[in-house]
């Protein structure tokens, strides 16, 4: 007998459909549970909910388990030498709040500790393999520290900080891995106005991708258990991003924010680099990368009118990745709430000034500054009325918040 699991949280139909669709070829019951199954399968037998003590009776008794990649059904997998095939949620496509799923699935892939399908190919292929035997086996009796290690492993993918995961990876991992979701890049700051701003804090909740985007955090995480890879800077991670999509028929890019005509002015300066040839490679030919910009009144975040003409001025470029460059925290709550319009639309980027930065009305800080981690004090030097309180007030609380995360006494303000 396959057992099949989604767990208790949400529906997972593609996953069940597929399995459905498969079953017929299997010779062999398979047994679902589904959690409000949005339609009725035909080839295998479903429970919404089982207690506890008939799950653990038909987990013994399958021969195979397959499931969404949650840890707990992996970890009792590999704790009764089950072969297991799982198959994650993406949250790109309404199943997941985060990529989480996927990360866990490609780490168990390196690892090599379980069966993983990322496509319905795979999942077939890996079905219809006679006398599938575990990949691993850990024991009934193993040792917590044995099963913290593969915990742990799998938590290296992300970094904890406060109230939020940041996704532990390189710029040239992200921009390898980067198809779609929503990306925010948090600071200090932003992590200041985590613990205060619920709105906020629900759309990082949102967001697939939330990426380092401060030297000072890089260095902070240094204390922590799995330090943070590397620091990746919005700005200069948006231009490697438009080089590495350079020749990508299948990637239009959609400009929003800055004042005037800097978003058009951005979008010239991106299209006319981008189709210039140079020795390493020819220029972009066709369509531009930049297909629409837009430069939004002040507070249009707050005029649902101008926040519809927003939206159908993205349709109508037909772009399908969308920088919003506003600022924290209007850009992340601004995408939470008119993302779900533009389907079309596979991903997301809240990068706050990069838009001037490619717009050539602002300039960064020096290699040197950025280097050291000192970026905000070039920046607070050369604005230090604006930026004074944010910097040397509001900012230091989170030296407050992060020695409480070090002794174990944190708690995130918005947690149930």
């Known amino acids: 007998m396959i057992f099949v699991t989604i767990g208790t949280q949400a ?47 038909l987990f013994s008794q ?58 319905d190919e795979e999942l077939r292929t890996l079905l219809l393999t006679d006398n599938l035997k575990p990949l691993r086996h850990i024991g009934t009796h193993a040792s917590p520290t044995l099963v913290q290690a593969i915990s742990d492993d799998l938590a290296d993918r992300y970094v904890r900080m406060l109230n939020i995961n940041i996704v532990n990876t390189t710029e040239d991992d992200l921009l390898a891995d980067l198809h779609e979701g929503m990306l925010v890049t948090p600071n200090l700051d932003h992590l200041v106005m985590l613990q205060d701003d619920q709105p906020f804090y ?67 300066r991106i299209n006319q680099r981008l189709s210039t040839d140079t020795p390493d490679q020819p220029g972009r030919k066709g369509e531009p990368l930049v297909v629409g910009a837009c430069s939004p009144s002040w507070g249009f975040d707050k005029k649902d009118d101008e926040c519809r003409d927003i939206i159908e001025q993205i349709r109508l470029s037909r772009a399908n990745v969308v920088l919003v460059g506003v600022g924290a925290p209007k850009q992340e709550k601004w995408i939470a709430r008119w993302r779900p319009l533009l389907p079309e639309v596979r991903l997301w980027m809240a990068l706050g000034a990069t838009i001037d930065f490619e717009a050539g009305t602002q300039q960064r800080a020096p290699q040197l500054w950025r280097t050291l981690g000192m970026e905000w004090f070039y920046r607070f030097l050369r604005e230090p009325r604006r930026l004074f309180r944010r910097y040397f007030l509001r900012d230091m609380r989170f030296f407050r918040y992060f020695l409480r995360q070090l002794l174990n006494s944190y708690k995130n303000p918005f947690a149930k």
């Open 11 to 57: 529906p997972f139909d593609r996953f069940i459909r597929l399995i459905d669709d498969i079953a017929p070829e299997l010779n062999e019951e398979v047994v679902a549970q589904v959690h409000h199954c949005g339609f009725t399968p035909r080839h295998i037998r479903t429970v919404s909910f089982l207690p506890s003590d008939e799950f653990q009776q």
């Open 62 to 119: 399958a021969r195979l388990i397959v499931a969404h990649a949650g840890m707990g059904t992996i970890l009792s997998a590999l704790e009764q030498g089950k072969p297991i095939i799982i198959f994650p949620r993406i949250a790109a496509l309404g199943e997941h709040r985060n990529e989480h799923q996927l990360a866990t699935a490609r780490k168990l892939r390196q690892q090599g500790s379980v069966y993983v399908a990322m496509t």
């Open 202 to 268: 629900d759309a990082y909740r949102q967001a697939e991708w939330v990426v380092c985007d401060s030297r000072v955090l890089y260095f902070i995480s240094r204390l922590t258990r799995h330090p943070l890879r590397q620091a990746i800077a919005g700005s200069t991670f948006f231009t490697h991003y438009c080089d590495y999509h350079r020749h990508d028929a299948g990637c239009r890019l959609f400009l929003l924010g800055g004042m005037g005509d800097t978003a058009q002015r951005a979008m010239q």
